[in-house]
């Protein structure tokens, strides 16, 4: 499929079926149990997801996007049905514990460490190879199905398990390294290579069965066409009611201060402080909510700036919107999938936040809770002015103690800047739309950083078309603003525009029309 169609959903998913359907039914099928390998379960899923991502209708920026995004929804469909069936082989389920009860303890990147729960020794032989794979904890065997069976690169291994290139290199070290010891493999085998032709042996015997015209007709079932007013309606019915969920019933409050951070937001005034918000009986849309994520390689502190609805004020609106929306930009992540509020105030230099005990739920680690929690002290000590300086309680469901941290001896605190990324780019968002031209880009720089430098570069030609050094304003505490204009070609396509600052490369993609 060419890229020119790679945003038409009638035409993406035909041709995700002719060249996606049997290579993902067979990597699914091993993603639930390499040893026995179920290829009705499999379909379900694949059919399952690609229906989901046709219902959903995101933008996409390039075929290969399409492709990692169906990967990635299959990827999380195998491990939600590999949990499903006790984190055993599904045909099996008297198998030895693993899966999430047999991880163990991890390390604050989401690596298994020593001491995790593994299969005892398989014993020795090729025929084993499989049965000691599928016994492994299933972060473990996920990366080495993905990395081995579909042969990809680390870093495809990466977002189709939405995990840090990092993570994704030292969980296949560590399973190569326990198949090693579990199957008594002899030192000189190339351990990859024996895996990667038994996964290829076991996954040719799946037969996928032709699901297309199922697949199509469900989707004509399920079809609103994109743009038309009763989609638009829905889609702002769905934001309204995922944020609604994200406040419960709380009692939202706001805060004051200067504009010493790039992230004050200079909304809310002094006379706000221990006040109630307005009334939330009329849905309201809020500009530049600064809404902080992950990034996907370097796991460092990004923003966006969002547009979204409201029925609380703009703190409420900022942590709702960590915990329950998605970010706009495929190269940052969010530790968060869900989760309510059930109140968030300002009492002079603290902000408290009681979250519900769901929000907590899919952290396995004290790292994983903890960099989630700092995505929430940024978008609340953002959401009232000057609030780098004020400090975050977090509370669960009422309760001081959380989940994996316990009872925190303090409140928290901004992360150090090297927590943070050296550059943010605000405007404009992730994947807009724009015309031939002058083309304003702007954010914010660390101040003492070297000066950053752009290119433009065209992913249709491979080629950067443009390039230049940016100018930055005078600097106001730890940041400097910086506006750039670029003239983006009268070439249609998809264009990166990158930002790099020392070793740090940030970019954001464009669509020219």
Known sequence: MTDERYDDRQVWLPALDQEQWEPLVRLVALLVSPSHPDGAVAETLVRDAMLGMYRDDPTFHSWSHVVG?????????????????????????????????????????????????????????????????????????????????????????ADILEVTRRVARRRV??????????????????????????????????????????????????????????NHALVAAIMVAALAAGYGLSTLWGGSGDQTDPTASGVVSASDLGTSSADTSVTTMQAGVQVFYLGRDDGLIYRELRTLPTVGDRLGTAVAAVLNV????????????????????VRGDRITL????????????????????????????AAVDNGSQKSVRILVDGSPNLPLI?????????????A??????????????????????????????????????????????????????????????WHQEIVVPDVPGEYLVRFTVGRTTVQRTISVS
């Open 69 to 157: 995004s169906l990967r990635a929804r299959v990827a999380t469909a195998a491990r939600v049905a590999q949990r499903g069936a006790g984190g055993s082989d599904p045909s099996s389920l008297s198998h030895r514990e693993t899966g999430e009860e047999a991880e163990g303890p991890e390390n604050a990147s989401g690596d298994p460490v020593a001491g995790d729960s593994v299969p005892e020794e398989a014993g020795g032989g090729d025929a084993d190879l499989l049965t000691g794979l599928t016994g492994l904890p299933h972060r473990l065997r996920e990366v080495i199905v993905v990395k081995l069976y579909a042969g990809v690169s680390i870093a495809e291994t």
């Open 173 to 230: 070290v560590r399973a190569l390294a326990e198949l090693v010891r579990i199957c008594d493999i002899p030192p000189d085998t190339d351990v990859q290579e024996l895996v990667a032709d038994r996964l290829r042996a076991v996954g040719e015997r799946v037969v996928p069965s032709d699901r297309r015209d199922e697949i199509l007709r469900r989707a004509r079932e399920m079809r609103e066409p994109r743009g038309s007013w009763r």
């Open 326 to 345: 998605a970010p706009l930009d495929p190269e940052y992540i969010s530790s968060w999938s869900g989760g309510q509020v059930n109140e968030a105030r």
């Open 354 to 381: 009681d979250l519900s005990q769901s929000a907590f739920a899919q952290f396995r680690t004290r790292g994983q809770e903890e960099d989630a929690i700092q995505q929430l002290v940024f978008a609340a000590t």
């Open 406 to 418: 316990g009872k925190p001896q303090t409140d928290f605190q901004r992360a150090r800047l090297n």
């Open 420 to 481: 943070v990324a050296p550059l943010w780019i605000d405007t404009p968002e992730a994947g807009t739309t724009v015309s031939s031209g002058p083309l304003i880009i702007s954010g914010v720089v660390k101040s003492g950083v070297a000066s950053p430098t752009w290119q433009l570069y065209s992913t249709a030609s491979k080629t950067v078309v443009a390039r230049g050094g940016v100018e930055t304003l005078p600097p106001y505490g730890s940041w400097m603003r």
